[in-house]
């Protein structure tokens, strides 16, 4: 499994996550490695040697691909991840500063919590906060003020 922004900002960046069930493609690359290994470690020339080399390459890049390219912290998605984090953050900051004080009434993103506690640092309490309302997507959807309060993502039930 690739690790969501979920799991980049709760886990780090490198939440490894749960096994998933092998493509027929990298179940294909896996079995052909591990053959030609086993003919290169016993047959040594200079040809197995080049096998065996080309199969651990091959071996290789299914991991690779996920470690380069598939990740929310890597090169490729990086930049994306942390302007969605931040759009979320300061939407919520923003919604705080404009109340004077904000609370999480319904929150269904665990990996909201952190950003959320963030934004709202530097708010005081009060008797009466407006509500904020977190949807299982809230970092990915965004927020939109309603009537005094703030819904991010999509919210079963307030």
Do not use: W, Y
Not at 26 to 52: E, I, K, Q
């Amino acid at each position: 499994m690739i690790p969501s922004l979920s799991h980049m900002v709760t886990d780090g960046a490198n939440h490894v996550g749960e096994p998933g069930a092998m493509t027929p493609l990298v179940s294909l690359v896996f079995v052909a490695s591990v053959v030609l290994t086993a003919l290169a470690l016993r047959r040594r020339s200079r040809v197995m040697d080049g096998v065996g080399i080309v199969a651990v390459v091959c071996a290789a890049l299914p991991g690779l691909s996920t470690f380069a390219a598939q990740r929310p912290s890597s090169r490729l998605q990086g930049t994306t991840a942390a302007a969605l984090i931040e759009r979320f953050r300061a939407q919520v900051q923003g919604f705080a500063e404009e109340h004077q004080c904000a609370a999480v009434r319904a929150s269904a993103c665990v990996a909201c919590e952190p950003v959320v506690d963030f934004a709202l640092a530097t708010t005081a309490p009060c008797a009466s906060p407006a509500p904020i309302f977190l949807g299982k997507d809230a970092l990915t959807a965004g927020c939109a003020e309603a009537g005094g309060t703030l819904t991010c993502g999509e919210v079963t039930s307030q």
